[in-house]
């Protein structure tokens, strides 16, 4: 399924979609976005505990360094 710009708020490459002085209009990464199912973890959790994790629908480009980590799968310790 396509990326949805709701799904773009909070992502660290959103200040390119319009929210800049720039006059660019939109992310480079938007156009070929994916709308996925990842497993959330806080930047700072352990990854050590299943309950650590929340499962989030985002884009796939979507990225937040320093207050979360998405993944793809849970990792194999934790399935």
């Known amino acids: 399924m396509k990326g949805k710009k709701e799904y773009c708020i909070g992502c660290h490459d959103n200040f390119y979609n319009g929210n800049n002085d720039m006059g660019i209009k939109e992310c480079w ?4 976005a994916k709308t996925v199912t990842r497993f959330r973890i806080g930047w700072w959790a352990p990854m050590d505990n299943k309950d650590n994790f929340w499962k989030v629908t985002t884009n796939d480009c979507h990225k937040e360094p320093g207050r979360y980590a998405d993944l793809e799968k849970l990792p194999a310790h934790l399935r």
Do not use: A
């Open 29 to 32: 990464g938007f156009e070929r």
